[in-house]
């Protein structure tokens, strides 16, 4: 029974129902049709956004030389370096004392590592930005950085541990067994191996920390407009070419980071020798 | 490189864990509990709170304070959270009965074709929510992708309203979260012994019943965990309602966000929040207790 | 002339694991002396507790009771990196991300030797195992044999006084196992480094020990070289474990000099008086296959019949009848084509020799 779990080979335990093609093939269209409508119109030359005229990359021109989305990109490119060095640094060092043996308050920490993950992030937003207002902490790039650090942490946490966890424990034996004292093992044995997780986790916090809106919007201070938060702004005043140009970019961003995490996990999956 | 660590494995250990706790708990755990303490505090008119205590926030859940200062029964916050609810449930609901099939598929794919698959589904999930909810706005809106060929067609006169309702924000939460619920869901298909289905042909049941009867029962951990999961994030959704509800058709955190932002009332804000997390509360609860079911029930 | 302080003692040493209410108990109360320069085995079935007292030895584990020596020194208490002992993994461990010279200079860059003198040594350990251009390549693009002779001398490069080694052989094949046993035995002699090596497996133990010590269930069993281990096992554990071995119930009929006569039913065998027993007590004989010598049923010390008869190539194996209680399995030589074997159900003369047949402690 065991080689047919997960696995269907004839066509009667297939349970197949021919429409079942049909419609993953539509949804595939769903998910990704109004993407590709919004890149699709990024390069509509008319000022109207949905009336579709000719090809034209002016808006992206137009987009990129406003000043104000400059300093959108920058700020957020600032925001998520700051964080991502920050919360990955954080996160490995836990990861690392949570890989090894048991403890008391071994399940707390990990708990409250995994919080962020938890609350919705409207509830996390209004409550930091209440803490902000109450230690009298200016808002600006500073309180966004803080912020995202805090959510970007298990993001970051979670790759490092899964590789950790995958890890060979003798090395460190060997490393031990070979003189090396704790901070020699952790240079030379551990952090080696660890790269290809650490690299995930960092990427990953990135895109998190790029792709905020909802804590962005409660916690940043004047002038310290993120990209999401420009897109935002511009929404609001209603649709427009140069929202698309912008919104594609952002998104391409993504894309780009989710590509590189994609080929980071596939090095994840262990460095290990079989033998 | 002679750094000596602490020789005492506990104190290494706190000294690892420090960063990433203190800053969570003085940054998270800290800022709920505020908010807590808030709501039972009198409002400042400039955002924030004066000192003393009071129940205002709470009450002004279902009441009104009229200008002799009796209160009269008003239910408009009531529908929004009700609304929350409602809107919520139908994108869970939605998202189930799109994204069931769509796993059913990917399971059935060889190993390659399942990876390419699992990978297109999850890579919305980590783009920015607010462009994907904004090019909905383009396909629904007016003179969008979907009335322009039919106003060009002379098929309707006038715009559909599509925008701006609960439609909108309905189409808006499915389309955030339903890889969250494709994925859970394939998970448990993954395990599934697909010989069950053969011997349930083999006992006279047609293809549904077979899937009725005996697919969805056994994969309940993934399909409960898929449906909570999108539930508890469309309930605290943001994006949805102000981009695609116009801000007319408000849920729970635009309300929240509103009284943090014009309506200048923290604690009111401070009480819905603490409403949210108890409705999140108590759909993890259930997801706790639903998962334990499950596990008696393979035992 | 005073005894040389024994590379390794292992003075009493007790092992649990676990907590206090299902505590696993590892070693119990276990001493054993190594010598230096000396090839010594710990052999048992897993489980035994020799990967146990190995670890202890290298530092990875420490003692619950009792102590553990290095020339004289005492190691408890200390960690593997401050112990000159270097271990020989049973998955090699070789460090995935460093070069083979890389992995083998590990040990001396710890100690914090210079870059010279290190690939120095790496250079004289590769030519020790054959294996001089290797040094730039990864561990993945090795063979298995190949990653284990580089295990091999990168415990050995930073020239510990005593090598551990745990199961190394375990996952080569025969052929590639039997290579690397003479191997071994080459280097211990070439390096006069004391090994210890851990193994489950018998034949090993046997070819390449100056020494064995066998283990079950957290307990010695018996330390000697091969050759006592197998002609004068000391209990059923070491004569059923190591070999095949019949053993016979028998009552202690008369002592004569430096023997004892003990009667089987009305065979009687001769043993050598290596334990202090009294006339009528009941005892276990211990007789290898191979001590029968087989003859005439009317000119030998006793008869009985054949049940079974396989033929092995080297040898042929009869299982033989001799009373309703006993059946002995006799080894023969297949001396030549034209030999004739007793056949199934016929009868067979059984000689035993004088002290072919040991005397068992239990």
């Known amino acids: 029974m065991a080689s047919n779990i997960g696995r269907a080979s004839s066509d009667t335990n297939k349970g197949k129902i021919p429409w079942l093609k049909l419609w993953a093939c539509i949804f595939f269209v769903y998910l990704y049709g109004p993407i590709a409508v919004l890149i699709g119109f990024s390069f509509n030359d008319n000022r109207i956004a949905q009336v579709w005229t000719e090809f034209s990359t002016k808006w992206y021109t137009k987009a990129f030389s406003n000043e104000a989305i400059q300093n959108a990109i920058i700020n957020s490119l600032i925001v998520a370096s700051v964080a991502t060095v920050a919360s990955t640094l954080f996160a490995t060092m836990a990861a690392l004392v949570l890989s090894k043996g048991k403890f008391r308050g071994q399940n707390i920490s990990l708990g409250i590592i995994s919080l962020p993950l938890l609350v919705p992030e ?45 890890m060979d424990d003798t090395l460190q034996e060997a490393g031990r067994d070979l003189y090396a004292n704790d901070i020699q093992v952790l240079w030379y044995v551990i952090l080696p191996q660890l790269k290809p997780g650490i690299f995930a986790g960092a990427i990953l916090a990135f895109i998190i920390s790029i792709d905020d809106f909802i804590i962005s919007l409660m916690v940043a201070g004047a002038g310290a407009t993120t990209l999401p938060l420009y897109i935002y702004g511009m929404i609001r005043l209603g649709v427009s070419p140069e929202i698309n140009a912008v919104s594609t970019v952002l998104f391409l961003i993504s894309l780009t980071l989710v590509g590189i995490y994609w080929f980071i996990s596939k090095q994840n999956e262990g460095t290990s020798y079989a033998h | 490189m002679e750094i000596k660590l602490p020789a005492n494995p506990m104190t290494r250990r706190w000294l690892g864990l420090a960063p990433s706790v203190i800053i969570i708990f003085v940054f998270m755990v800290l800022p709920i509990l505020l908010l807590a303490v808030y709501s039972f505090k009198p409002a400042d008119s400039y955002g924030g709170v004066e000192p003393g205590f ?94 322009q060929p039919l106003l060009a067609l002379g098929i309707i006169d006038d715009s559909l309203e599509l925008m701006y309702g609960n439609l909108a924000i309905s189409v808006g939460l499915v389309y955030s979260y339903i890889p969250l619920m494709i994925l859970p869901i394939y998970a448990s298909l993954e395990k599934l012994d697909f010989g069950l289905i053969e011997a349930g042909h083999d006992l006279y049941a047609d293809r549904f019943t077979v899937i009725r009867q005996i697919v969805i029962p056994l994969c309940a ?40 932002s014009s309506a200048r009332n923290w604690p009111f804000g401070g009480a819905l929040t603490m409403l949210l997390l108890i409705l999140v509360g108590i759909g993890s609860w259930f997801y706790i207790k639903a998962s334990r079911k499950v596990e008696a029930m393979e035992k | 002339m005073s005894e040389p302080t024994a590379a390794i003692t292992a003075r009493d040493v007790v092992k649990h694991y676990g907590g206090s209410t299902m505590p696993v108990v590892a070693l119990k109360h276990v001493s054993i002396e190594i010598r230096d320069n000396e090839f010594f085995t710990l052999l048992g079935p897993s489980g035994c507790g020799k990967t146990t007292l190995l670890r202890l030895i290298a530092g990875f584990e420490q003692p619950t009771k009792g102590a553990i020596l290095l020339f004289g020194d005492h190691l408890e208490g200390l960690d593997p990196n401050d112990r000159p002992v270097n271990t020989v993994f049973q998955s090699y461990s070789l460090f995935p991300h460093m070069t083979i010279a890389e992995n083998i200079g590990f040990g001396l860059k710890m100690k914090g030797e210079s870059q010279g003198a290190i690939d120095n040594v790496v250079k004289d350990m590769l030519s020790l195992v054959k294996m001089e251009s290797f040094g730039d390549r990864m561990p993945n693009q090795l063979s298995g044999g190949q990653q284990q002779r580089i295990a091999l001398v990168r415990a050995l490069a930073p020239k510990p006084k005593v090598l551990l080694l745990d199961e190394p052989l375990s996952a080569l094949d025969l052929k590639l196992r039997q290579a690397m046993r003479t191997e071994l035995k080459r280097l211990q002699k070439e390096t006069g480094i004391t090994f210890v090596f851990v193994t489950h497996d018998q034949e090993e133990a046997m070819s390449m020990s100056d020494r064995v010590a066998v283990m079950s269930e957290g307990e010695l069993q018996q330390l000697d070289e091969p050759r006592l281990i197998y002609e004068r ?79 092995m190539g080297t040898d042929t194996y009869l299982d033989v009848q001799i009373d309703e209680t006993t059946n002995l399995e006799i080894r023969c030589q297949n001396e030549h084509l034209q030999q004739q074997l007793p056949g199934v159900g016929e009868a067979v003369g059984l000689n035993v020799p004088s002290g072919a047949a040991t005397l068992l402690e239990d």
Not at chain 1, 127 to 148: D, E, Q, R, V
Not at chain 2, 127 to 138: D, F, G, K
Not at chain 3, 244 to 258: H, P, Q, R, W, Y
Not at chain 3, 281 to 291: G, H, Y
Request: aromatic fraction near 12%.
């Open chain 2, 221 to 260: 951990p993934g399909i409960v965990a898929g449906c909570i999961l999108v539930f508890v994030l469309s309930l605290g959704d943001f994006i949805s309602p102000s981009v695609l509800g116009g801000g007319k058709k408000m849920m729970l955190s635009n309300l929240i966000q509103f009284q943090f």
């Open chain 1, 122 to 166: 409207i509830a996390t937003a209004v409550a930091t930005l209440s803490f902000f207002a109450a230690i009298n902490l200016p808002l600006g790039l500073s309180s966004i950085i803080i912020a995202h650090i805090v959510f970007c942490i298990p993001f970051a946490f979670m790759p490092i541990r899964a590789r950790l966890a995958g």
């Open chain 2, 54 to 147: 009071s129940l205002d926030a709470w009450t002004q859940l279902f009441f009104d304070r009229d200008l002799d200062d009796t209160l009269i029964f008003d239910p408009v916050y009531l529908q929004i959270i009700w609304r929350s609810i409602v809107l919520a449930a139908i994108g869970t609901t939605l998202s189930f009965l799109v994204g069931f099939p769509v796993a059913w598929y990917i399971v059935q794919q060889k190993k390659e074709t399942r990876d390419i698959l699992l990978l297109l589904v999850t890579i919305p999930f980590w783009t920015n929510l607010l462009v994907r909810a904004y090019s909905w706005i383009l396909i629904l809106g007016k003179n969008g992708m979907i009335e």
């Open chain 3, 233 to 311: 096992p000391r209990n059923r554990f070491v004569a059923n474990f190591i070999g095949d071995v019949n053993l016979v119930d028998a009552t202690v009929k008369s002592i004569d000099g430096e023997n004892y006569v003990c009667s089987h039913g009305k065979i009687e065998f001769e043993v050598a008086k290596i334990l202090e027993r009294a006339v009528g007590d009941k005892v276990t004989l211990a007789i290898r296959p191979e001590k029968f010598n087989i003859g005439n049923p009317e000119s030998s010390m006793f008869e009985g019949t054949v049940t079974e008869s396989t033929y």
